[in-house]
């Protein structure tokens, strides 16, 4: 495997402070010297720099619209870059906003791809059903095709257009969803793998039956480290009770680095801030960390 590390130290999709932090933190924990101790080769493209526009007033309730349109605009070209030099991406969050940028780049580079979505949340409002303006909420309808009419055109967004297909999106953990981002769900009939399909179906027969009903497209797999148990995982801005167990967690990526089709990975909203104790931190970092070598070749059997 040929990898490219991005760290987006970026926290404008949502209020709290923290999980800016995440990838100098995931670097500390050892992160690229596993990779390579596992036979990746690995390339660090470094931080991004974000600016913050300044006097960013919300829009239509949205927060922060200008500093995350602008740093998903620069989060697009550097991982379209990294795609262009030959390597699966890596994009270090940074709350999950940023994979608009992130999708958008590494569509822009390959041509259409799959997206499994890993995450307590849909992340699928638009702007004007969020009820807390932040944008981590709402990536999904800034790259869906079908849900273009229900976002109005943003500041600093005039660089986007959406590049995701419903037909090409799974969720998988979800059990945190708002009754506005269900019924959008339900109309576009996208297909998800809730908690309750997690513990119906075991988390093995969910991943064959995500690849059965997935094209071939190149995988872009966005890991919200909150899909994860906060028993595993406390240190994240949004954390919901009854998440998916380390080994669920670390199965997902096992199975779909077998597929040979992934082609770009996120791993966000990891905060280091919100951990209550050292070893709350320690856990979550360990965790997002293991979540990335599971999906690079990393086998539990050796
Ligand atoms: C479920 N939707 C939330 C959370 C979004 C989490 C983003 B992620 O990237 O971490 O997945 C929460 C909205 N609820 C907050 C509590 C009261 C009810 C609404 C939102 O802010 O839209
Ligand atoms: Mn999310
Ligand atoms: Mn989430
Ligand atoms: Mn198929």
Redesign the pocket.
Same mark, same amino acid.
């Given at each position: 495997h040929s990898v490219g590390i991005i760290g987006a130290p970026f926290s404008k999709g949502q209020v709290r402070d923290g999980v800016e932090c995440a990838p100098n933190k995931l670097r500390a924990a050892g992160l690229l010297e596993r990779l390579q101790q596992q036979g990746c080769a690995v390339k660090d493209y470094g931080n991004l720099t974000f600016e913050n526009v300044a006097l960013d007033e919300p829009v239509k309730g949205s927060k922060s619209v200008r500093t995350v349109g602008s740093a998903n605009q620069r989060l697009s070209e550097a991982v379209k870059a990294v795609k262009r030099d030959g390597h699966t991406a890596v994009m270090l969050g940074g $709350? %999950?906003s940023l994979a608009i940028g992130s999708i958008h780049g590494h569509t822009a580079a390959v041509g259409p791809v799959s997206v499994v979505w890993v995450?307590? /949340?849909a $992340?699928i %409002?638009t702007p004007l059903s969020? &009820? *807390?303006g &932040?944008i /981590? @909420?709402q990536p999904m309808s800034y790259l869906l095709y079908e849900l273009q009419s229900k976002v109005p055109p943003l500041p600093n967004f005039s660089w986007m257009k959406p590049c995701l297909s419903s037909r090409d999106l799974v969720y998988i953990g979800l059990r !945190?969803?708002?009754p506005e981002e269900h019924y959008i769900m339900k109309l576009l009939t996208v297909k998800a793998f809730s908690m309750t399909q997690v513990d119906q179906l075991g988390v093995a027969r969910v991943m064959e039956e995500t690849c059965d009903y997935l094209s071939k497209k190149p995988i872009h797999l966005s890991y $919200?480290i !909150?899909a994860i148990d906060p028993s595993v995982t406390p240190a994240t @801005? *949004?954390p919901a009770v009854g998440g998916l167990t380390y080994r669920e967690g670390i199965y997902i990526t096992e199975y779909l680095c077998q597929t040979g089709l992934l082609s770009a990975v996120d791993m966000v909203?990891v905060n280091p801030l919100r951990g209550r104790t050292e070893d709350d931190v320690h856990s979550t970092v360990s965790t997002a960390v293991d979540l990335l070598l599971g999906c690079f070749g990393r086998r539990r059997e050796g």
């Open positions: $709350d %999950h995450d307590a /949340h $992340d %409002h969020s &009820n *807390t &932040n /981590h @909420g !945190d969803v708002d $919200d !909150d @801005g *949004t909203e």
